[in-house]
């Protein structure tokens, strides 16, 4: 359609019908049926109100999505169509890993990749927009949903949340109709990831300094990069809950990041402002929801109830209510809806593209990519296949085909690859021998989690369990350890206090331990766990998050060598939780402690390190890397200037492996405090034993901008340090001065 006829059709509707477009319902509300992510008796609502409404939610699948978009169109007075939405995080059925470990790639190109094939297959099943790119900056595990962001750091999220927009939306020159192409979210805005005591939904508390420099710009990054959608958040900043804070949406978001797409409350966002206690009702919260310029209401009745009669009363002008609804309409022209309005929905493709080869593939790929080899003692890791030897596979995790995160909605379990079947393929026919233990359930009797959990065990099937594996790994010369935290540990809603894996689990490798040290731990989980004592039990320690449909094959693919491990921490895995919030960008202090123990009047705890157990952007591979030191092409910048800054990496190992080079700056004096190190860049390379290669990097002067002490967003002259190694402990550095501005 022409603008032109967007804005006639505008004109022709009543008042009902345009807040109609505003409201959004979950999909069980018009059929039988659907996935519920929040409560279900936010929305009461009469057929009359639901034929008229602009989009549902968490409906899937082309033969359902079509007959209602047909029955739909056909009811509807001037045959809109409807818009579907659906939280599409990690893949619909062929799933990736979760985003914390696509984090961990440190990989745009994969990541784009794997949201691509996330598009294509909700495309097909009738989606028209995912509710995703997460990109809140998280930096306290303890809260559930870190696994679904891709980690602590502003700069690589943003590179990450452009590359799932690319993915989602088509990529550069290329128009939201176009064939498997779904329209993104930019989500949670803003700062939902910074709840108090990483307690989900809880208010944050930060300066308006963090709120820019290290919440927005993810954000930001998407909406330069044309995602056309964007979700309030649950939480108040500032003491304001985000769907009605008029100066974050208004100005901050369509002024200052220039976003002209839809903006959508998060799930009865809206309602709850009268729990959050700034609206008396949800009249009022429909009012603060209009005005802070929310154009769809999410399951909550307060748009549809009340909207027509603030805009009658005079309380609300009638002119934000058009405004809204041209962006809805927009959004739907857009995606072509109006000329096709079943879009991409296909039943046919459904059975052709739906965990198809080409899609298992990549997600194989992108999950070995992202597991993290935290430690690999005496070279236990990669297992020879070829040997004589006895490999014990033990825990809950061997032969489970739950190794997906917590917003896999349509998922299949029994499409998993489990590491039984994934090691299986791999030894068959070959000498080494493997057998296989359960040892405990993942969880201890009684643990709380987000959905009814239930495996039912007496003390005697326990005890069994348990004496198997001992039994087990007696006999081995090698065991492999398969522990985790439980996938509704983690996500929506699913925060904990203890941040380590079920207590039972832990009983087993102790015990394991009591009769074999040579123990490869793979660690299952949906946010950093407090490692220490499964690290100082195991020789080898692999971290694979929740790796997906293909879990079971990427670790096997690792465990035996075919491919190298090259994942890199996107999150700081701390000592302790006593120590969060901490991260690898943290600030200088008056009374710095280099030592990381307490002594004296310095920085610190008297109990505990201040250092993490493994800093981000660590990892190791199965070869070792050696960095040259750093040479600057300049060492005087002008704010024009390009200083190009290179290093020699090789490969002293004896396998081939990549490597993710890391360049981090150090702004050496601000007139505002400025952090340890702030990533800039990274580079990744392959390379055979042996060799080496110039990797290098462009380091311009916007790099270098932050709020100065003014809030005006600059660089400052000074001296400034250029890191480039291996991980955020970096020491390899060299130094440049940016000159006084002219
Ligand atoms: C979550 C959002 C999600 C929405 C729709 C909410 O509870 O916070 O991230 O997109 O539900 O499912």
């Not at 329209?183 to 963090?210: L, M, Q, W």
């Not at 070279?379 to 825990?395: E, H, M, N, V, W």
Request: aromatic share 8%; charged share 25%; glycine share 8%.
């Amino acid at each position: 359609m022409e603008q032109r006829q967007l804005e006639n059709l505008l004109r022709e509707m009543t008042l009902e019908e345009k807040i109609g477009q505003m409201v959004q319902i979950s999909g069980h509300l018009l059929t039988e049926g659907g996935i519920l992510t929040g409560p279900a008796d936010t929305v009461e609502i009469t057929g009359e109100q639901s034929a008229l409404i602009g989009s549902i939610l968490n409906k899937v699948g082309a033969k359902s999505l079509h007959r209602i978009q047909e029955e739909y169109i056909a009811g509807h007075p001037y045959h809109i169509p409807l818009l579907m939405m659906f939280d599409v995080i990690n893949g619909m059925e062929t799933i990736f890993p979760i985003p914390l470990a696509q984090g961990c790639t440190f990989s745009p190109e994969l990541v784009e990749a794997a949201a691509r094939v996330a598009a294509k297959e909700a495309a097909v099943a009738g989606i028209h927009v995912t509710f995703s790119p997460m990109l809140d900056t998280v930096r306290d595990p303890r809260w559930g949903r870190v696994m679904e962001s891709t980690g602590e750091d502003p700069w690589l999220n943003a590179e990450l949340g452009k590359a799932m927009v690319r993915g989602y939306q088509g990529g550069e020159n290329e128009v939201l109709s176009g064939a498997g192409n779904i329209s993104g979210c930019i989500k949670h805005f803003a700062a939902y990831g910074a709840p108090e005591g990483g307690r989900d939904y809880d208010n944050v508390e930060i300066s308006e300094r963090t709120f820019r420099e290290d919440y927005l710009r993810a954000y930001q990054a998407a909406v330069e990069e044309g995602c056309a959608m964007v979700m309030t958040s649950f939480n108040s900043w500032n003491r304001i809950p985000s769907s009605a804070n008029r100066w974050l949406m208004r100005k901050v978001l369509r002024e200052e990041m220039g976003f002209d797409g839809v903006v959508i409350s998060d799930y009865a966002a809206v309602a709850e402002m009268v729990s959050h206690g700034i609206a008396e009702d949800s009249r009022e919260a429909a009012k603060l929801a209009i005005m802070a310029g929310v154009d769809i209401d999410m399951m909550s009745t307060a748009y549809l109830n009340h909207l027509a009669d603030l805009v009658r009363d005079g309380e609300v002008e009638e002119r934000l209510i058009d405004e809204a609804v041209m962006r809805i309409l927009k959004l739907k022209n857009d995606l072509g809806l109006f000329e096709n309005p079943f879009k991409d929905c296909s039943e046919e493709k459904e059975r052709e593209l739906f965990a198809c080869v080409e899609h298992r593939e990549l997600a194989r790929k992108a999950a070995a990519a992202s597991f993290v080899l935290l430690k690999n003692e005496g070279k236990l890791l990669p297992l020879d296949k070829q040997s004589r030897k006895t490999l014990a596979f033990i825990g809950p995790y061997a032969e489970n085909t739950e190794l997906y995160g917590s917003w896999s909605f349509p998922v299949k379990p029994e499409r998993t690859v489990t590491i039984r079947q994934g090691v299986g393929q791999k030894t068959v026919g070959n000498s080494v021998k493997v057998v296989w233990a359960k040892g405990c359930p993942v969880l201890n009797e009684g643990m709380v989690t987000r959905m009814k959990y239930r495996e039912d065990y007496t003390e005697i099937d326990l005890n069994r369990l348990m004496d198997d594996a001992v039994n087990a790994a007696k006999t081995a010369d090698t065991v492999v350890m398969c522990l985790g935290e439980h996938r509704d540990q983690t996500g929506e809603g699913g925060s904990r206090a203890v941040i380590r894996i079920p207590e039972n689990q832990l009983e087993l490798l102790k015990r394991v331990r009591q009769v074999n040290d040579n123990i490869v731990t793979v660690i299952f989980s949906g946010r950093p766990l407090e490692m220490e004592e499964i690290t100082e039990r195991s020789k080898a320690v692999l971290m694979v998050w929740m790796p997906g449909t293909e879990g079971g094959n990427a670790i096997a693919d690792v465990l035996f060598g075919d491919t190298a491990p090259e994942g890199k921490l996107s999150m700081t895995l701390p000592r302790s939780a006593g120590q969060i919030p901490i991260y690898y960008s943290q600030f200088r202090t008056g009374r710095p402690n280099r030592t990381g123990t307490k002594i004296g009047f310095c920085n610190g705890y008297l109990d505990e390190s201040t250092k993490p157990l493994y800093p981000f952007g660590f990892g190791l591979s199965y070869t070792a890397f050696d960095y040259s030191p750093i040479t600057l092409s300049r060492k005087e910048m002008k704010k024009e200037d390009t200083i190009t800054a290179t290093v020699t990496v090789s490969n002293i190992g004896d396998c081939a492996g990549t490597e993710t080079v890391q360049l981090y700056l150090r702004d050496v004096k601000g007139s505002v405090i400025r952090p340890m190190k702030m990533l800039r860049g990274v580079q990744k390379v392959t390379l055979q034993p042996g060799e080496g290669r110039e990797v290098s990097f462009a380091i311009t002067e916007e790099m270098l901008e932050f709020y100065d002490a003014d809030m005006n967003y600059v660089s400052e002259p000074g001296l400034f340090r250029v890191f480039i190694g291996t991980d955020s402990g970096a020491d390899n550095y060299a130094e440049f001065t940016l000159m006084q501005h002219k």
